[in-house]
């Protein structure tokens, strides 16, 4: 026993020092390593080089080891959230082309992230993220009229531009005779004009941000009918998103950007397996005079998105968004997502916004993680209307997954290998619940998008890599 003691001691020692000597190489950087981490780190989150006063407190801080502590003074830079804007923006895009123009999409991306809101509400969460009241407040015309913050805080005049340093204001009047603000038959709100005068006028536009309610803000617009709370669901029910998701076609396209942000593309979740109960009546049952065809192609798509898509049934977007259950009375009717009902009759027919996911079971439930979402809705297999679905997408366990994996790309610049996934998901899942060393920072909160980044740094950043 003694023996064996002795004998293993100078292997143990020696297994210490390696220990030692490895950790001192992860911790202190030398001058010149940290100084080149520390401008990385910088431009990879702004764009931008950093100053030089800047570069030495950054590199400063990583010599001593605080890659949290130093990333979180990156986040303090403008330019990291209209970094942050601009690469989201491919989100809202089904060709994912970025948009360097701010729209209300990737102001809400911003606004969330800036003001430390839990960042799933993205996707189901009440929220317009907009300039506040005092920046739309100008005068215009002969004689002047005041466009000015009062009962319909959200409608204005449009008097064309708005004069220097004011921005027009999110949803306005089409002509000058608007002066009944509440209701108004010729609502602007899709040309984005008051996101972009907002990053034209105000370089600092991500620190002025406002948050308000999409739901009081629509009961001042006409719609066919305002938007009710259970149907609002994040950036997918403002303008930009619904303008590329629900113009013309059937009201599936936008699965596809649901998936996008859980990683997946809808081929790589095509599942036919799944009963066909749900498939529209549009889709043809032998496509090519092959039965086979559909069963083996269209229904692995269409199995589980046509009932997932059934959310969105009221939603319509011709120049503005539209919202009306009566789109659906007496179907099928004229309304697009009738059209070709007549391809086979005995397909589903769907008549309200209940949506059902069959994807919680076969290959797709293990990929995307489904669970019992914490918000608005407690069951992610069935519920009515756009914002318990969107809330079921947001719980998930691929959504964070590829936050993580997304926000590593942005600062490792490279693709995770196999081990980092599961340091990614480990750092997924401790975002979900939020992470309290981040504390000091207001960043501890449950879906912090700022914490996330925090986190995902110390994977390549201050750490002596091959
Ligand atoms: C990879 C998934 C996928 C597969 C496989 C698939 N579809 Fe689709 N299908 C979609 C999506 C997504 C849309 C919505 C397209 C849009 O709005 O841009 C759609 C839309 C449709 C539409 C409505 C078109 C419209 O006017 O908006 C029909 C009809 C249709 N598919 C039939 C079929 C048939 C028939 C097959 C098999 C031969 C098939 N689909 C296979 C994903 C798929």
Redesign the pocket.
Known sequence: MYRGCQFWRPLFLLALVFVATSFDALRALDEVTARDHALRLHERLTGVPPSSTELTLLTQLLRDGKVAEATFRVMNNNYFYKELARSFSAFAD?DQQPNDTLTDFSAAVVGLTISNRRFDELFYGDILYTAPDALMTYQFGTPPVNVNHDSSPLIRVNGGAAPAGFVRPPFRCNTTGCTNATVNPDVIYDDQAHFSDLQNRFPDWPQRLVLRSQYSSYQLLRNEQKVPASSIAGVWTLQEAAREVFNA??N??I??LFLRLLGYE??QV?DATRPDLYVRR???RQ?GGSVS??QQ??R???AG?DGLVQAFVYFDFTGRLRYGPTFTQNAPNDFKIY??HN?YPQGHLAVNDQWVNLWTQGPNASRIGWRTPKAITSDVTQGSGAASLAASFAGTEAFSNNLAKVVFQRICLRAPTTLEKGTLNNKARAFEEGISDYESFSANGPYNMRALHASVAEMCIGKVMP
Do not use: K, N, S, W
């Open positions: 089904i076609g059937t599936r396209r699965l596809r809808l081929e095509h549009d889709v043809d496509p065809a559909f192609g269209c692995g798509c269409h998105m059209r070709q391809i």
